[in-house]
């Protein structure tokens, strides 16, 4: 069995699907080819492939294609009816690739739809690359910020905490609370899960009682509030916000436009200097004035956009999505051949399109 793992094309995309210290331990009957370069900006180099048993080469050929983001139009049409492709597909906002890849007969497995049960914990990438973008966005808030995180007590004066406020609980901004933490900031937090409260606090945060709750799906996302609540939030944040030096956003809802948390109004009733690091900045962000892909200055508040944080830092971010791919990859492949079995409840919730077979 072949497993072929392209360079990445999408602008800014640093990541590769496949590290070699993963080729190494891939097991029997699976020779891993990689397209030369695949792995440079993640800092592994051809050589390293090779010496942990890859071939360099063409990847589109193989029976199996590992990639970090979906292919292009042009990718796709070297892809072949049967193949299997595991990818961030997009399954909920691509439509048009998604329909690509049906009519090519190609076996679409997205990481995205990985169901979120005990057993496939292991494959869960959505969850490792939210985990390296809620420490970035930390990160990113502590740079900005022309404060110090922690507490001072210096022969100068004391320098009190910076006040953090993360919105969104889920696995990035649980990452963002424990590395704003750690840096020493005070930090509240807020989700509509009710569940999140004891997760937060566990963390050494303030759950910030906004007096909404919203409802967890049976995946544990959340579903999305209604209109009335909508606005009932971004009131209650209203006069909250300008008690925060640095607001960290991340709340999601699957398939769905982020939802806009911050206002423009809040925005401007912050501090000249505050920061805003908005994570849902790729599907619309959580703030009015997000503007995705860049950093803007709004009355002094500086607000980052950034997109593909996990990018970022492509070594790590490579290497814990590799450790998935590999999982899933080990339940798609038995002895050395690809092997579907469809009654596996992580390999049809993870398919997304397939090729058909007449009865
Ligand atoms: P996500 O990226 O879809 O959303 C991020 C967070 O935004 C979520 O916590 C969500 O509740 C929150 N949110 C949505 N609308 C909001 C609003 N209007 N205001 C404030 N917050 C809002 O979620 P995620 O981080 O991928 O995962 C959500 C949860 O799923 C996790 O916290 C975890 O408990 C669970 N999970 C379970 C497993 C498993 O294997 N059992 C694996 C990973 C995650």
Redesign the pocket.
């Known amino acids: 069995m072949r497993l072929g793992v392209p360079k990445e094309t999408a602008p800014g995309e640093r990541r590769v699907a496949l590290v070699p210290e993963t080729v190494g331990r891939l097991g029997d009957g699976i020779e891993a080819v990689v397209e030369s370069g695949a792995g440079d900006a993640a800092g592994f180099g051809d050589d390293a492939y090779r010496e942990a048993g890859a071939t360099i080469g063409d990847p589109w050929g193989a029976d199996v294609v590992a990639k970090v983001a979906a292919p292009t139009a042009e990718e796709a049409a070297r892809l072949h009816s049967g193949q299997v492709l595991v990818a961030f597909l997009q399954p909920l906002t691509d439509t048009a690739g998604i329909e690509r890849l049906a009519a090519a007969g190609v076996h679409g497995f997205a990481l995205e739809s990985v169901p979120?049960?005990?057993r496939?914990?292991p494959m869960?990438a959505?969850?490792s690359q939210?985990t390296v973008a809620g420490y970035k966005a930390a990160l990113l808030a502590a740079d900005r910020l022309p404060r110090f995180f922690p507490m001072l007590m210096t022969a100068a004066g004391t320098i009190p905490p910076a006040k953090v406020l993360v919105?969104?609980?889920?696995?990035?901004?649980?990452q963002a609370i424990a590395t704003a933490r750690r840096l020493g900031a005070v930090v509240s937090a807020?989700?509509?899960?009710p569940?999140?409260r004891e997760?937060v606090e566990s963390l050494g945060a303030t759950f910030l009682d906004l007096g909404?709750h919203?409802e967890?799906t049976e995946?544990?996302?959340?579903r999305?509030?209604t209109a009335e609540q909508?606005v009932a939030?971004q009131a209650e944040l209203q006069a909250r916000i300008p008690g925060f030096d640095a607001v960290i956003t991340?709340?999601?809802?699957?398939g769905r436009p982020a939802?806009k948390?911050v206002t423009a109004d809040a925005v401007r009733a912050m501090r000249p200097g505050s920061v805003i690091v908005d994570l849902a900045a790729e599907s619309g962000g959580n703030s009015e004035v997000t503007q995705p892909g860049q950093d803007i200055v709004v009355d002094g508040v500086t607000v980052i956009g950034t997109t593909n944080l996990p990018s970022t830092m492509p070594t790590h971010a490579s290497q814990l999505l590799s450790r998935n791919v590999a999982s899933l990859l080990a339940l798609l492949v038995q002895d050395g051949a690809v092997k579907l079995d469809w009654d596996d409840e992580i390999i049809s919730g993870t398919c997304v399109t397939r090729k058909e077979v007449a009865a």
Do not use: C, H, K, N
């Open positions: 979120r049960i005990t496939a914990q869960d959505l969850s939210a919105l969104g609980a889920g696995v990035a901004g649980l807020f989700d509509v899960r569940a999140v997760q909404i919203g967890e995946g544990g996302y959340a999305e509030l909508q939030q991340t709340a999601a809802v699957p939802p948390l």
